[in-house]
């Protein structure tokens, strides 16, 4: 498949969305050379900016799509109108394949509408009803849906370095597959990595800073110093936190990873950010807090112990009890009002409501929650357009 340069792209996207706070030139895809996304950890905060001000150019244009095409509801209506249109042939004749073989609702969804809104085709697959339930590798998978010419992968998978064990195979590097020996003229498909265990979730990452930019007027720049972030909860288990430290570190934020010491340990300052075992007493150094479930399922489960169905019991040693868990570091309104006033609250979801975080916040006006799913989009149409547009190396 022919490679694609992105420069028309941006011309259309300048056009029809105007410039954005640092103008129509500050928009430039030069610092991208990724075919695929597969974590944030090592990235420059230059490549970090030129993800996000790409965001930022979509965000614009779905949000004036959604206040020109919403009234137009009802009235006859075709293929992408209004502000989308410019970018609706980004991916046309593009196939995206998503290969979940964990559960998502929004990074699924989230994916299918930002490979959509920039004209690509997407097919499902899961591990139910695949071949993967007969046995089959992740990196066996991706190769033969590759085989087929999709142009990107999107994989969710529960082993950590899931991703990068699919690039590695379909770049022939694999000793398993000495005859698909790399060629430099072949383009081989973009992998973009949408959860892979505890190692990174990259999109969620970008997604969560975008919504850290926006609330704190960062958007010219995504300069985020002088910010402090928590993250709070089952951090060593979240691919999440992962990709927070490692983006928001590298674009100037300070991070501090909170929960007891079996959910959040020392050694996690390795990844350049703070541990404090105490949530009441960072609660007033921080300007946002992102709130992470109990991942009991990344939880190492004793034999016989049913690993399904214990969303809200302690399915391991790990912590004593959920009601203990909570009485120190469940966010409530509380420890929202110790915050600094202008504090938000961040949860990638799925929310255990009552656990690690109370309604009365979720719904509250400094919960971002809404806020982090709407800027999903924009972001995974940036991560998509970027990649599969990368040049050949
Ligand atoms: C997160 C995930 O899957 O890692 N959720 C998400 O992608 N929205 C966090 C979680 O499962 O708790």
């Known amino acids: 498949m022919p490679a694609r340069t992105s420069s028309s792209t941006v011309a259309d996207v300048n056009a029809a969305g105007g410039p954005g706070p640092l103008g129509a030139g500050s928009l430039t895809s030069a610092a991208w050379r990724h075919a695929h996304l597969l974590q944030l950890g090592g990235l420059s905060d230059a490549e970090l900016r030129t ?8 965000a614009g244009l779905l949000r004036e799509a959604d206040r020109v095409v919403r009234p137009m509801i009802g009235v006859e209506q075709t293929g992408s109108v209004g502000p989308l249109e410019a970018v609706s042939s ?48 992740v990196g066996d998978t991706a190769a033969n849906v590759s085989a087929m010419g999709v142009d990107g992968l ?16 379909l770049a022939g590097d694999s000793e ?16 973009i990595n949408a959860g892979d265990g505890r190692h990174e979730h990259p999109t969620q990452g970008l997604l969560d800073i975008f919504t850290l930019a926006e609330s704190f007027e960062r958007l010219g720049t995504f300069d985020l110093s002088g910010l402090t972030v928590g993250i709070v909860g089952d951090v060593g288990s979240s691919r999440v936190a992962r990709s927070d ?15 007891p010491p079996a959910l959040a340990p020392r050694s996690l300052t390795a990844l350049g950010c703070e541990v404090s ?54 966010v409530n309104a509380p420890r929202v009002q110790r915050m600094r006033p202008h504090a938000i609250v ?19 006006r400094r919960s971002m929650v809404l806020r982090q799913v709407t800027h999903g989009v924009a972001v995974r149409m940036a991560v998509m357009s970027l990649c599969l547009n990368a040049p050949v190396s």
């Open 277 to 330: 075992h105490d949530l009441d007493a960072v609660l007033p150094e921080l300007d946002a807090l992102n709130v992470l479930r109990i991942q009991f399922e990344r939880h190492e489960v004793k034999p016989g112990e049913a690993k399904e169905n214990q969303p809200r019991t302690a399915s391991s040693n790990i912590i004593a009890s959920v009601r203990e868990y909570a009485e120190l570091y469940a």
């Open 154 to 169: 999107v994989i969710r998978h529960r082993s950590s370095g899931a991703c990068h064990l699919v690039v590695r195979t």
């Open 346 to 364: 961040m949860h990638p979801g799925p929310i255990n409501r009552g656990v690690e975080l109370t309604a009365e916040v979720a719904d509250s």
């Open 176 to 191: 398993a597959m000495p005859e698909r020996r790399r060629d430099p003229g072949r383009r081989i498909c973009s992998v």
């Open 51 to 58: 993800v996000l001000f790409r965001a930022r150019q979509y």
């Open 90 to 137: 980004e991916l046309r004749g593009r196939v995206i394949a998503n290969l979940f073989f964990e559960d998502s609702t929004r990074t699924r969804v989230s994916f299918t509408v930002a490979a959509r809104r920039l004209g690509a085709e997407v097919i499902d697959l899961t591990s139910v009803g695949s071949s993967v339930s007969k046995g089959e590798t």
């Open 245 to 259: 430290i490692a983006g928001m570190t590298a674009l100037g934020a300070r991070v501090i990873c909170i929960g």
